[in-house]
């Protein structure tokens, strides 16, 4: 099991950006596959990006694919996610999760464990 803080959220205009970052606990995070998902209200929590153990894969949702980089630091135990040419449709909660699998998928129910979130909203 992995301990997850997300960090970085907050307010911006439409056309700025963000970096969001993951802090992991533990020894063990080069061992699992990361991903970024966001909930916006009243909506499914949604596959946004992930990356694989050692940071040479990468895959994106088509909504974000060109603005949003996915990114790891092994050595530091953190994920980032830099979010460029944001929209006002980008704003939800922002959760990182990681899974033990080496695959890269896009199921939440295929990711063990989840950081409690951060808040992204992004004003029109």
């Known amino acids: 099991q992995v301990q997850l803080v997300e960090s970085g959220g907050g307010l911006v205009q439409a056309g700025g950006s963000l970096r969001l970052s993951c802090a992991a606990s533990?020894?063990?995070?080069?061992?699992?596959?990361m991903g970024w998902f966001r909930q916006a209200p009243g909506k499914e929590r949604d596959f946004v990006a992930a990356?694989?153990?050692?940071?040479?894969?990468?895959y994106y949702a088509d909504s974000v694919k060109g603005r949003f980089t996915i990114s790891r630091d092994n050595a530091k135990n953190t994920l980032y996610l830099q979010m460029n040419s944001l929209k006002p449709e980008d704003t939800a909660v922002y959760y990182c999760?990681?899974?033990?699998?080496?695959?890269?998928?896009?199921?939440?129910?295929?990711?063990?464990?989840w950081g409690q979130g951060t808040q992204v909203t992004v004003s029109s």
């Open positions: 999760a990681a899974r033990q699998g080496s695959a890269i998928v896009v199921v939440v129910a295929a990711y063990d464990d």
């Open positions: 533990g020894r063990t995070f080069p061992s699992y596959t």
């Open positions: 990356i694989n153990r050692g940071g040479s894969s990468t």
